[in-house]
């Protein structure tokens, strides 16, 4: 069994090569791509970027390289972890790609992606490892890829299965993608019901993202109009400050003005002081602003205990948001975006 002050020591040092703020601020006045990717070459993302850009140049093949470092990254750190006390979290953290893999793929099938594409934004860091998922991409529709999840005898076919039917009457994806995120909400939290430091951690951490979800899902309800009735049937259980009855009620709001109010006992009040115009400018702006605050959750984790394996979802946490800023800071220079505007954009922890 690996010892956690050793584990915690090697995080820790992974956690020191992560760009800092000064980095960062090197990479925003870069005046083009490719001279972003010309600095990114003199750190640990050298690798990555050679072995993309050989066969990918441009902004895809830098995304690509982004992705294999995160891979690479999630990879390490479950050989870390195996067979020791850290393991269990990592999994739960990992197994949130195994469901993003899913979506990914049956969003792809149902408007007829090509595969090649749908691989681009596959991330094998969980259960579901790079030859599995091929397997999936391979398949003709989308009932053919959750059938061949059952047979394989993997968790996430269950909620797949039983919705399907319904999804099949009412023709809407978001019945499927809500049903594998409360299957996996229910399971992280099943593995962590118990009284330790590190359990109420990460449960903290997990509830606080379904709180996050259960806010962007409301505000984009209220925008598209959907009935409220309708609404209470894609809210997940188990937040960490709205319960049901406080999102019931948020749900019932005719205006958007109305349904934060209920957040102002809550940390999520940030929400009510958001300048916003119009329907579509408040969706960006507060899911993104619900983002920040989500990763910033996250990355506190790592400043816990010395001795705490929470310390290892923290550095993942800094690691995933590493990757969002090489990727806002890539795109924006492709497109030409101002420094002004890239620098809003960052999220700094």
């Known amino acids: 069994m690996m010892d956690t002050g050793y584990v915690n020591a090697r995080v820790r040092g992974m956690h020191s090569f992560l760009l ?22 003199k750190t640990l993302y050298r690798e990555d970027l050679e072995r993309a850009l050989v066969t990918t ?6 995304e690509n390289a982004l992705r294999y470092n995160l891979i690479r990254t999630f990879r390490k750190i479950l050989r870390l972890v195996e067979g020791g006390t850290g393991e269990r979290y990592v999994r739960i953290f990992l197994a949130k790609w195994d469901i993003h893999n899913i979506k990914t793929i049956l969003r792809g099938k149902r408007v007829h992606v090509p595969a090649s594409e749908i691989r681009d934004y596959l991330i094998p860091s969980g259960d579901l490892d790079e030859a599995t998922l091929n397997e999936l991409v391979k398949q003709p529709d989308l009932k053919a890829v959750i059938d061949l ?17 319904e999804f099949t009457q009412r023709n809407d994806l978001v019945i499927l993608e809500y049903a594998l995120d409360q299957y996996y909400y229910q399971w992280a939290l099943s593995l962590i019901a118990g009284k330790t430091r590190d359990e109420k ?29 309708d609404s209470a049937q894609v809210l997940l259980e188990g937040g960490r ?6 999102l ?7 205006t958007v003005t109305g349904l934060l ?19 579509r400018a408040l969706m960006s702006v507060y899911q ?11 990355v506190a984790v790592f400043r816990c205990d010395p001795l705490s394996v929470s310390i290892v979802i923290g550095y993942l946490w800094a690691k995933y948001n590493e990757i969002i800023n090489l990727r806002i800071i890539g795109r924006c220079k492709n497109i030409r975006i101002s420094l002004e505007e890239i620098e809003r954009e960052l999220i700094y922890v």
């Open 57 to 62: 140049p441009g902004i895809h093949g830098f």
């Open 201 to 229: 951690t990460i449960r903290d951490l997990i509830s606080t993202e379904i709180d996050v979800t259960n806010i962007k899902c409301i505000l984009s309800l209220n925008r598209d109009g959907i009935d409220a009735a």
């Open 241 to 246: 400050y709205l319960d049901h009855n406080m």
């Open 248 to 254: 019931m009620m948020m749900v019932n709001e005719p």
């Open 261 to 279: 109010k209920y957040l102002e006992s809550t940390p999520y009040r940030f929400l009510l002081k958001l300048p916003v115009e119009g329907k």
């Open 288 to 298: 993104n602003a619900l983002d920040i605050y989500l990763i910033k959750q996250g």
């Open 20 to 41: 800092d703020k000064k980095a960062f601020d090197i990479l925003i006045v870069r005046p083009d791509l490719d001279s972003v990717i010309s600095e990114l070459e």
């Open 149 to 165: 999840l059952a047979v394989w005898g993997y968790e996430w076919a269950t909620p797949l299965t039983l919705h399907f039917g």
